[in-house]
């Protein structure tokens, strides 16, 4: 089936493998009269791209985004805009050798049971190169969010046992250190960790989080769209995340009421809640605080050492994978956090528009 | 907008609120031919009917369902499948006096915020009742997945502190134990927990767990429609539930590549995983191995101790809330876990038929 | 697969079969803060119910709609709104002898093929009765239109060769009446065909026009979810329509550019159309001026005379179809075609909201 | 909102306008395994390129596919397939006059009013060069029903007042005359028509035909996914078809029922029917007949002779359109036809696959 459409009014669709000859997305829906430009996508792509870095693959993307369609002098049209990266680096000898067997933790053996053979190179669509149209579809709905004075933050949390220290949060850290880490004190720590790690031929897990700052309360929508809800697919949707939770997450659960319910108090004539355990959001609809998403990713399954696996002949085997895996994922996989988080909210607060009888008829009796 | 349809092909649409006439479901794309009777959808029903226990509310719901259309001589036809339970006892005079005001930790602030207005009574429809057409839904996808060879197992795994012991499981223990844990002891254990959190006017949190046996590898779909992302959609839009997760969950931030790696080995001719960290799904498809999963729930906020919070005027008040609410929510949430994992199983499975040329081609050349 | 759930934002389901125990539809995504009673509804379904008249089968459906939920204290709520038909005067005796057969020009054949068996009783799923749901549906639509500015208004064009005279075209006859026709004459020649025909065992075909007035230009949207597009999947779905077109329709044929074209002008510093050929629809978008779309039903297939067909066992068989039938269907089906335009105007409406950067902007930056 | 993503397993989503860099497609959901290759794709997409013959534009478009994504050792994985084709033939300044003001029987007014502003450049995402992206994943329909025994098959029934003769029906004369008329005879007639227009800076209208061959019976969904329905949306979406029927046609708006009924009788033990006035559908679905499409389409709305309008100022102006403009649309759009007839029953084949529980077990209880 169809897996690779998301949102209903901002609608993406992604497609491209890793060692193809190029990946991309198709935007649908997105209002018209944004201004838009290679830059605004390039931006965002350059944060999931693989850096210089000690902790990450010296496998080298170029990543350049190109727009096909969908915007003119400068605005978008409002019909679809399509964007390309071309794959310049995909050296398929590097990955032959796996073409027969199942790597541990990857999806081989999943994609040839339902598919009945696989495209191996480099994890083929299952690779996380496919999130590269991902971040430019997000990229184009943060920029849109902007506009509407709703700013949303990704950053890791925890690489392997090193945390940020909250008390010390610093926004800026988060595009400086190779972590991705609001907190260049637990940068260090991390990167120290991972090239131990590296040299036991051994990868990391992590904690990523995401803050959406600015969402007015009321978006979401009850039953199956709540918001979290919502959230929670697009996150998971995103290859390694293997818990996602709001607010305060899988500690309600040694809460009791009297801790976790959060009062309302009136505030400058604003309803305000006094704490905010519940992440932002209340029977599925924001209730005007920051929303808080935390998600947990495994270790990089890729490690370079002997692992016992199964080949296409039903063999029991020994393998040792080759090439150029990151020690850890989390860092590279923020932005894909904020990007699908962007869109996903994007989409709620446009369909949000005719929750009610007075807002549609505002709308059809103004003259534009 | 809509939020109250769920599915692709397995499609059902829940209505109706707490204290209206009535709640229900219509089941469309249901496969014809499926023997279905009342009892078989009444016996889910049942288990998220306020029992008579000490831990569960009071108050007292036939939950009889009537099945309006979709099924002739016993069997479904293959249209939509439309389920009614009438409310009985709805009392609306028990919720007159939160009309006005905003209950922490309900909706009815953000309800208002987005629609202007709300059905007070009971929390409208975001009371845990909406839940009813959800369950009714679920117990047709059990039967059919039944017939699949796929079954469905959820229950409690922890109500505040008290855990229950995995090496003491007992299935049978589920559907007898006041708080649906699979342990006699951790239940006795957490009803005493709870009544003494009633006498203090407060409620607990817990955690839920739900297993899926016997489902095939090959299900689910890559990128936005992977079968954890769906399921975590699913668990997360049940009301209370703050946090998801798969296989080691959260966990998985903690550990390393070589322990987390499921190694793969044949077993009689077969390819099987020698561990499950992964919860049964690579890749977002389901690798043969039980799926694994998790949910959080936060304690119940209705607690019978004042709350500070504000009116429809703008006002600070302190409100102290009535009537009839359990002290945890966890073991009535079990069998719409459950049901919400059965319909986007099956939904997954019946969208996979398609995915192969070969089966396509097998399905239309056959002579049926 | 499910069919029974239309519209994006303003999604119905509809459920129940002709001699089942009742029918209705689940509306989801109606504006919040809409006045609506029963009443609203019952003036709807009263046209589609067959009357005392000689054209219209004698049955009698006191069709009465319940509202179950989603209206709270006199307005929508914004959530499900549910309504129910009871079904009273299913007797099932009458078509018990074609369980076994498959009339000419229904649909028992192919319901056997696609799902095994069918509910044979008065067609099941696929009789008339099936509109209920549609038209109770749409009467919410139109309610929403009307405050919108935005009038439908569907009728008889013709029945078998007696057309209606557009020079004396009457709105007021159309619900006076007994064929819906705008011309009091036409009626009165087309009961004079329609008798001659009964007591020839014979049915007619006709045609039926639908008017859609003051809707804004800008609605719809390009490429697959072009207005005309959505409009014409609407009507079709329709039982019994063969034929659908927009403005002069499949003449369009035989004309030239110079013809069909339509100039604009300024009027009234408004930009206007000086003809409509194009039926207010230019590049799958609403131009301003009124909707035209036209339908061609075919007869009924139900006669009083010997059929030829086949049985389930293979054999050929004569037939001669008793019970309750129209000679014609347009004069009951034209509410249907108004409901459905209706419906499928007001998603688009709703959806096109978000079409512009300058009135996301302008919706999020107005204080409510 | 999203208007350029069609189809529910078999989803295809198209970008791209006139005279933007590029036009493309991602096909989702395509069964993994089949043989593709772009010549597969090449040759549909030849047959909507302008010829060089006398009565097509004589703009020259290489249109020449690449496969970007899905296809690994020349089959299908079962992922997304993109498809793109650059534009190279693109000369704004041929349209650089008509920018600010709207040209009769277009969208240019239209897609302004929804908006804001528009990519004025031939037509931008209305022109007929949108069509591109629905060929290209026409062609890979048509390749996988090809494999299930379907085979689909559009032509030119009209052009003006020449019809094609349907006792002289020849099916290779559909590639090769410049009408894609079935019947060399007309096809003269009709070019010596045009020829005639063409002197006389006029256009015509004209009418093709579809023809769905080997389909069996059981295929489309009953209420609103039904496949004439479907069929219906599918056509209408094709700019400038005004009118969509079925078999008979508008022309059963005349018939009696005893006319227009067809009999089912035995046939070598199968049901077959003695006529096809329904065009191989009955109650939404198929019943194993041929299936009939008409489409009516209008004359070609660029005609060199001055016509009145409005400009963007709001004065009134003539305009006199110039460039590269076919006098007819027909024989281009035959191509478009078939393919989104293949795009709409290849999905509706699909999703029947889980119509019935006895297919549902077998699937699944087979070892593959």
């Not at 000859?21 to 997105?30: E, F, H, P, Q, R």
């Not at 049209?77 to 027969?100: C, F």
């Not at 604003?270 to 270790?299: E, F, Q």
């Not at 029991?316 to 989390?330: L, Q, T």
Request: charged residues 25%; aromatic residues 6%; negative net charge.
């Amino acid at each position: 089936m169809a897996g690779s459409t998301y949102g209903i009014v901002f609608k993406i669709t992604t497609w491209g493998e890793s060692h193809g000859k190029a990946l991309g997305v198709a935007i649908d829906g997105c209002p018209a009269g944004l201004e838009l430009e290679e830059a605004d996508i390039q931006r965002y792509l350059d944060r999931r791209k693989p850096g210089a870095s000690s902790i990450a693959t010296p496998r080298k993307e170029a990543d350049e985004v190109e727009i096909l369609s969908g915007v003119f002098e400068g605005r978008t049209t409002g019909t679809p805009i399509s964007l390309m990266v071309r794959n310049t680096s995909q050296i398929s000898r590097d990955y032959s050798e796996i073409a027969s067997c199942y790597r541990p933790g990857h999806a081989d053996y999943t994609f040839e049971e339902k598919y009945g053979f696989r495209d191996y190179r480099g994890g083929g669509r299952s690779s996380g190169r496919e999130t590269a149209g991902r971040v430019a579809a997000g990229a184009v709905a943060c920029k849109v969010l902007e506009k509407l004075g709703v700013r949303i933050c990704a950053y890791t949390r925890s690489i392997g046992p090193v945390e940020v220290d909250r008390e010390k949060f610093d926004r800026e850290a988060i595009l400086k250190t190779q972590t991705a880490m609001p907190d260049r004190e637990a940068d260090a720590a991390a990167i120290e960790y991972l090239q131990g790690l590296r040299r036991d031929t051994d990868s990391a897990g992590g904690c990523m989080e995401c803050l959406v700052e600015g969402l007015p309360a009321g978006i979401g929508d009850p039953v199956f769209e709540k918001l979290d809800a919502n959230l929670a697919r697009a996150i998971m949707s995103i290859g390694a995340v293997k818990a996602v939770e709001f607010g305060d997450g899988h500690e309600v659960a040694k809460h009791k009421g009297s801790e976790n319910n959060d009062s309302f108090r009136m505030e400058n004539g604003k309803v305000r809640k006094t704490s905010n355990h519940a992440g932002g959001i209340l029977g599925g609809i924001s209730d005007g605080s920051n929303i808080l998403i935390r998600a947990y990713v495994k270790p990089t399954p890729s490690i370079f050492r002997p692992q016992q696996t199964v080949n296409q002949s039903g063999e029991n085997i020994e393998i040792k994978i080759k090439g150029r895996h990151d020690p850890v994922i989390v860092p590279r996989a923020v932005v894909v956090m904020e990007c699908m988080t962007a869109i996903t909210v994007l989409d709620a607060m446009m369909l949000n528009m005719s929750a009610r009888m007075d807002s549609l008829v505002d709308f059809y009796s103004t003259e534009r």
